[in-house]
């Protein structure tokens, strides 16, 4: 049996590529399907993307794209990207502490370039009086209590395992540098049993006569 080969390259029964005749194959395009688009709309794509997929693949750019996305980038800033700047309550309250204490030395440029943000963000900082209540305060004081205290733990618990660290390591060094000296328990015998002496002890004096 020889393998059949549709027009759309689809193989009833495939034969090994050993066995392959040299039987001629019909490699040409329908015509009717490449030129009527009633038949090329209504032809499945050559690749659809299954319908769990959470991201599609999208088209390259093309270089004109880039460009353009390029200059429009370019064009909403023009100094560069430069994402806002997020302040903590306790900044905000000292930004407006510095301007309450005195506006002339502290106008909104001088703190715009101090805090890192732009005028705008400046102007309604300034602007906003809005104060949370009593027990909002509280929740809030007591958050960085506890946040403060979680730190200290942390570092105190850091130093603790840094210097139990450097104690083993010295301890270490010297079990080592002991073990290169080593001591005979029974230096007080020492000799043979004659009681000759086969060297030098510490203990001995040495004399010139």
């Known amino acids: 049996m020889r393998s059949t080969i549709y027009r759309r390259g689809i ?13 001629p194959v019909d490699l040409s395009e329908d015509n009717d399907l490449v030129n009527n688009p009633r038949l090329r709309a209504t032809s499945p794509p ?32 023009p100094a560069g990207w430069n994402p806002p700047k997020k302040l903590s309550r306790d900044a905000m309250h000292g930004l407006r502490a510095l301007h309450a204490l005195d506006p002339a030395a502290f106008p909104t440029p001088v703190l ?10 400046v102007r309604r900082i300034l602007k906003g009086r809005w104060e949370p209540d009593r027990e909002r305060k509280v929740e809030l004081v007591k958050r960085d209590k506890e946040k403060r205290a979680e730190f200290l733990s942390l570092r105190k618990l850091r130093e603790r395992m840094e210097a139990r ?7 270490s060094m010297r079990a080592v540098k002991g073990a290169d000296v080593w001591e005979d328990p029974e230096a007080d015998d ?12 510490k203990r001995d004096r040495l004399t010139f006569e």
Not at 112 to 121: C, D, G, L, V
């Open 165 to 171: 660290r450097v104690a083993e390591g010295r301890e």
């Open 190 to 201: 020492w000799g043979d049993e004659e009681g000759e002496a086969r060297g030098i002890h």
């Open 46 to 77: 050559a690749f659809t993307p299954s319908p769990t997929t959470r991201h599609p693949p999208r088209p390259p750019s093309t270089p004109a794209e880039w460009n353009a996305h390029r200059k429009a980038l370019k064009a909403a800033y």
């Open 11 to 23: 193989a009833r029964s495939a034969r090994s590529i050993l066995e392959d005749d040299d039987a």
């Open 112 to 121: 715009a370039a101090r805090f890192k943000i732009s005028p705008e963000a």
